[in-house]
């Protein structure tokens, strides 16, 4: 195990030796002599974007050009009777009009998505609303005109004729009987059979294992709580934005902010119902997605807009419209029962999880129901998930989709039970963690694991072993997991004839990937990572590669470069054998150099011969690797509750995490900061608020409020690493994880600093004050 | 389409005239009519600080002020900052420091933290996250993009002669 340690701010000189490279080991494993892994290269995307010269899809201009707009439903529910658009037709300027009725009609399709699949059908009546709107903000309409104001006064010529229905957003009130239906035809998918009557519950999931109830009696300690979470943004900077042109040959280009081109191709031309082939999508500079620019929104109106007037159209949103419009994740109601033995061990566990869908089915309930006791060790456990339908917008993945909302639950009643038994909140993890070996509740058994590795790094860390003194004042900790998946990655990468090797992958760039995936090219090549020239290319230039989410780029895409370098260098020990007149057995190649006998050639020596020894090397690989690299998180925080407001200010803040290998510790780093920062947002300030006829009232930065620099101090990091056997670098994957423990870190800390227990998220100051008037 | 309106401007130092309509913010005009597209719109109503810009040296949310306003005014953008081939030592700093992620937010950060060491070449961590408090980054949590800016106020050396000496000789990267 080797860490890298970033700074206390008053330590930084002492971190910063300590934190480049692999200065510190526990000689368990130490890690190989890597020449650029490990290394802080500047991203090569990086002049670019501190230039503004970077092309993010709202940058793109085409000749002749047009901008368009979508009406959205002012109803939270509401019966669309009819749409006239006459009058915004006529209009001058503008070209072209579109609805629900000019999408083709699609059955019950379920299209995978790489992270999670899709009922074609509800994409395209998310896209356009057909008969009903489900949510503020669901689209309805959509203009296409010579500039946007244009546009945005055509939308107000659209005349709809709504017949506003009874709405419902909390969860518990969606599964009621008597509830008002968001589908009529919905039936609850009942661990596999369809159930009777009308509902919002679209799916009801069950995982056990061992014997929970028999456990539970004899556990000498149990403790069972319920938990609510609020429904929150993912809150990326950059609106989505679409650019479609449909050519006169009947070719569409879609120029857009995705995290995944290949499925936004297949979903833009699943809802058109035309061939995969006629369509070319150009990931464009991505300016934030958490997992919310997954779905597509806007490409097949942009699309459908541009074939009516055949001209190329580009679509944004403002910013309410990505509140009101596009996906959030769930609000939740969780309830955990955990029981232990007096020594710590916990025997027996048990959750019941409802989560926000949103307006169509098909929420994060999966991954919450696998995730919510995936740190522990807990041989009886059952889990009971529903997946329930409600007038909000369908939700989309944010960042370990589901996994935070079981994490605030189950990591509060770990803390509580702490408590109860007197046991040290990190022993008390450390006694009952997973490790290789461990089977979770819905399956899947733990090839080798970092928890216990990151539990002891996090008991190391000056914070932990810190005092903290003063009024008011609380230190919390918790856990977090997240599983990271495999899936599909292509690349191709072609040696230049100076040495240098260009890199072309279809993983969208989200942020720094380029640079980490070139860096393994390069260390498996034996050149630096400023010798690869990474390039993130359209859908026509790479092979097929999934999403950029599940913390799955590194790991895949990366093991895609390895492998696409191993090709490169058993072309090049041919050409060497073609130089040295010997066979290609003969030719070794180690560290950047090819030798035979006595003779040798650097890689870029060897390059400089390409032209003379047949052309130009392409190596290429796809790779679709098995298995999940499970990352764990521990988070820690000292925070200081006021007690005449409620506002909870974080003193101190540190992140422990299992990177596998961290390819380029600042990136890795920046994940957990990052990852930690938005979930310190979840726990604190961030929800949807809602008036007495379900619309959001709350739908701008001013009022949904995500931290600011001012909110924060500096946050530590520790990276552990507990190398991935399924890796040849053992990359783990580190986006995900960093999100999941803050808001039960956050519980516990108030917890600590004022005597309450906040079991409802946000905890924010009006929720913390009422909370402290009500224990006095 | 509503009359349009001559502006007379300085922007990154060049004389710059447009025609604009009344109702256009400078953020648009800036985009779609002068092609300068590295400010960015992410809220459009001055919340999150990606369309920052210098208006005679003060930071400006460039959505909330409209193009008329500009007439004889010096703007600076994020395009600006970069003398010839050099990077701005701001510019340099962040990227050593690793302080952008996706990178939507990073034209608004540097402007608005060149506001802070035109004025303020010595700024305590405190003094950074308050200037830096109107702009929005969802990726980096902050704190490499506050490292940087105490780099670049290091590098800058309260003089601005450093910026020559930062772009000749790449330090070491940070965190």
């Given at each position: 195990m080797a860490e890298h340690k970033t700074a206390s701010p008053a330590k930084s000189d002492a971190a910063q030796s300590a934190g480049n490279?692999?200065?510190?080991?526990?000689?368990?494993t130490v890690a190989p002599?890597?020449?650029?892994?490990?290394t802080r290269p500047v991203r090569h995307d990086g002049a670019d974007k501190v230039t503004g010269r970077a092309v993010y899809g709202a940058d793109l201009q085409l000749p002749g050009m047009l901008y368009g707009a979508i009406l959205r439903s002012p109803h939270a529910h509401a019966r669309i009777k009819s749409i006239d658009t006459s009058a915004a037709e006529q209009m001058?300027?503008?070209l072209a009009v579109a609805t629900a009725r000019d999408l083709p009609n699609l059955k019950d399709k379920v299209a995978n998505l790489g992270e999670g699949a899709v009922n074609l059908a509800h994409l395209g009546a998310n896209v356009l609303a057909h008969?009903?709107?489900?949510?503020?903000?669901?689209?309805v309409a959509a203009v296409a005109a010579v500039n946007i104001h244009v546009a945005e006064a055509a939308l107000a010529k659209i005349r709809v004729d709504y017949e506003p229905l009874t709405a419902v957003t909390w969860v518990l009130d969606a599964m009621q009987p008597g509830a008002p239906i968001l589908h009529p035809d919905l039936r609850t998918d009942e661990l596999g059979e369809p159930g009777a009557g009308n509902t919002n519950i679209s799916t009801h999931l069950h995982f056990e294992q061992g014997d929970p109830d028999k456990a539970f009696g004899q556990a000498d300690v149990v403790i069972e709580r319920e938990y609510r979470t609020a429904t929150v943004h993912q809150g990326y900077i950059e609106p989505h934005v679409s650019t479609a042109l449909w050519n006169n040959d009947g070719h569409l280009t879609i120029w857009t902010a995705t995290q995944g081109s290949f499925t936004a191709r297949q979903q833009t031309a699943e809802l058109l119902q035309i061939?995969?082939?006629q369509v070319t999508v150009v990931p464009c500079?991505?300016?934030?997605?958490?997992?919310?620019?997954?779905?597509?929104?806007l490409e097949p109106v942009a699309a459908l807009l541009s074939r009516k007037c055949g001209r190329p159209v580009k679509l944004i949103m403002n910013r309410a419209d990505v509140f009101e419009g596009t996906g959030p994740t769930p609000g939740s109601f969780v309830r955990v029962k955990l029981g232990a033995k007096k020594?710590?061990?916990?025997?027996a566990a048990e959750a019941y999880l409802a989560y926000d869908a949103g307006a169509y089915p098909g929420g994060m309930i999966g991954p919450g129901c696998m995730c919510v006791f995936s740190c522990y060790d807990i041989p009886n456990a059952r889990v009971d998930g529903y997946d329930v339908c409600l007038n909000k917008p369908k939700t989309a993945a944010y960042?370990?989709?589901?996994a935070t909302q079981a994490a605030f639950a189950c990591e509060s009643v770990v803390d509580e039970l702490a408590e109860k038994l007197g046991i040290d909140p990190i022993e008390l993890r450390l006694k009952n963690a997973a490790k290789e070996g461990t089977r979770r509740v819905d399956g899947p058994v733990y090839d080798r694991v970092g928890l216990v590795e990151t539990l002891e790094a996090a008991r190391n860390t000056p914070h932990w072993k810190s005092k903290l003194e003063g009024k008011n004042r609380g230190r919390g900790i918790a856990c977090g997991f997240w599983f990271n998946i495999g899936l599909k990655s292509s690349v191709s990468a072609h040696v230049n004839f100076d040495g240098t090797v260009t890199l072309l992958e279809g993983s969208t760039d989200i942020g720094g990937s380029r640079t980490s995936i070139a860096m393994q090219l390069a260390e498996t090549l034996g050149i630096?990572?400023?010798e690869v020239i990474p390039r993130v290319v359209?859908?026509?230039?790479?092979?097929y590669t999934d999403v950029t989410?599940?913390?799955r780029v590194t790991f895949a895409t990366g093991l895609a470069a390895y492998h696409a370098g191993l090709d490169i260098i058993a072309q090049m020990r041919q050409r060497a054998a073609l130089v040295w007149e010997c066979?290609?057995?003969e030719v070794e190649f180690d560290a950047g150099t090819f030798r035979h006998k006595k003779q040798s050639l650097t890689f870029r020596e060897l390059a400089g011969k390409l032209h003379q020894t047949g052309g130009a090397i392409v190596g290429r690989a796809s790779v679709d690797p098995e298995g999940a690299t499970n990352g764990f998180a521990v988070q820690i925080a000292d925070v200081e509750v006021?007690?005449?407001?409620g506002k909870t200010t974080i003193l101190r803040w540190t992140i422990v995490q299992?990177?596998?290998?961290?390819?380029?510790p600042s990136y890795v780093e920046g994940q957990m900061q990052g990852g930690a920062v938005q979930g310190i947002g979840w726990a604190l300030n961030e929800e949807y608020l809602y008036d007495d006829k379900s619309?959001?009232?709350?739908?701008s930065y001013l009022d949904y409020r995500m931290p600011t620099?001012?909110?924060?101090p500096m946050i530590e990091t520790v990276i552990v690493e507990v190398p991935n056997p399924a890796h040849p670098y053992g990359v783990r994957g580190?986006?995900?994880?960093?999100?999941?423990?803050p808001p039960a870190t956050l519980a516990n800390a108030i917890y600590r600093a004022t005597g309450v227990r906040m079991?409802?998220?946000?905890?924010s100051p009006p929720r913390v004050w009422a909370a402290l008037a009500a224990k006095k | 389409m509503s009359k349009r309106i001559h502006v007379s401007t300085t922007i990154n130092g060049a004389p710059t005239e447009f025609l604009c309509e009344a109702r256009q913010s400078l953020l648009e005009v800036l985009r779609?009519?002068?092609?300068?597209?590295?400010?960015?719109?992410?809220?459009?109503?001055?919340?999150?600080?990606?369309?920052t810009v210098l208006l005679d040296g003060v930071p400006v949310d460039s959505c909330l002020v409209?193009?008329?306003?500009?007439?004889?005014a010096d703007i600076t953008t994020?395009?600006?900052?970069?003398?010839d081939t050099r990077l701005h030592p701001l510019q340099q700093c962040f990227l050593e420091g690793a302080a952008?992620?996706?990178?939507?937010c990073t034209p608004g950060f540097l402007v608005t933290a060149k506001a802070l060491l035109d004025r303020n070449p010595k700024p305590t961590e405190h003094k950074i996250r308050f200037q830096l408090s109107g702009n929005l980054c969802r990726?980096?949590?902050y704190d490499k993009i506050v490292r940087a800016v105490q780099e670049a106020a290091k590098a800058l050396d309260?003089?601005?002669?450093a910026e020559k000496k930062a772009a000749a000789k790449p330090r070491a990267a940070a965190h």
């Open positions: 490279g692999h200065a510190q080991t526990n000689g368990s002599p890597y020449r650029v892994i490990g001058p300027g503008v008969d009903k709107a489900l949510y503020k903000g669901h689209a061939p995969l082939s500079e991505i300016g934030g997605g958490f997992g919310g620019k997954i779905p597509v929104y020594d710590g061990r916990i025997v960042r370990a989709p589901g630096k990572a400023e359209d859908t026509d230039s790479v092979g989410g599940g913390s066979k290609v057995e006021d007690p005449d407001t299992d990177a596998g290998r961290a390819i380029h619309r959001m009232t709350n739908a620099a001012l909110d924060l580190v986006g995900e994880v960093p999100i999941c423990a079991r409802e998220l946000p905890m | 779609d009519t002068l092609r300068l597209t590295g400010s960015k719109e992410g809220c459009g109503n001055g919340n999150c600080g990606a369309c409209l193009a008329v306003e500009a007439e004889g994020v395009e600006g900052l970069a003398h952008l992620q996706c990178g939507i990726c980096t949590g309260g003089n601005g002669r």
